[in-house]
């Protein structure tokens, strides 16, 4: 039988941070693999610090 489950107990790694920035109309979102999410920027680089400055915190890679 075939279980998502891990085969031994304890605590399993979170994946790595993965941001993103995307953009609907005039406005840029960063958004992040671990559920983090910046508000609607109109500017793009404020939405690239915000989003390097989450990698920062927390470890990962930009893209």
Known sequence: MHSELPAVTGTARMPEH??????????????????????????RDLARREAADHVAANGGESG
């Open 18 to 43: 993965r941001v993103a920035i995307s953009e609907r109309g005039s406005f840029s979102f960063a958004t992040c693999s671990c559920g983090w999410f910046a508000p609607a920027r109109r500017s």
